[in-house]
């Protein structure tokens, strides 16, 4: 069973980087061909997809994001992270790791970490 845990602090001042970690147990982030994801909820509204970085190291980004977005990886520890520079208030979300076989909204995500609410604020 795969198991995804997210990690990082809670608040985050503006225009500070956010940065996230995401652990795998039960399962290796380099097992072909998935794609480590990151997806967030702001309040109120639908997911978004974030970026992704596959079981080679590849990493993709959306383009609304793409500028401030950085996905990592480390696989001696099985984690990956997330970093969101120059944030806002309008990063407040919850954030949350998955596991996909895919990139996008198309694809599809099995297991997913219990999501982190991060807030924006000063």
């Known amino acids: 069973q795969v198991q995804l845990q997210e990690s990082g602090p809670g608040l985050v001042k503006p225009s500070q980087t956010l940065s996230l970690t995401c652990t795998v147990s039960?399962?290796?982030?380099?097992?072909?061909?998935?794609?480590w994801t990151w997806i967030r909820q702001p309040p109120g509204k639908g997911l978004e997809w974030m970026g992704a970085?596959?079981?080679?190291?590849?990493?993709y980004y959306s383009p609304s994001l793409k500028s401030r977005t950085s996905i990592s990886r480390d696989t001696s520890k099985s984690q990956f992270t997330l970093q969101l520079s120059s944030v806002t208030p309008e990063d407040t979300a919850v954030y949350y790791c998955?596991?996909?076989?895919?990139?996008?909204?198309?694809?599809?995500?099995?297991?997913w970490g219990q999501g982190t609410q991060v807030t924006v604020s000063s």
């Open positions: 039960g399962g290796s982030i380099t097992t072909k061909y998935y794609y």
């Open positions: 970085i596959s079981y080679s190291g590849s990493t």
């Open positions: 998955t596991r996909g076989n895919g990139l996008g909204y198309k694809s599809e995500y099995d297991y």
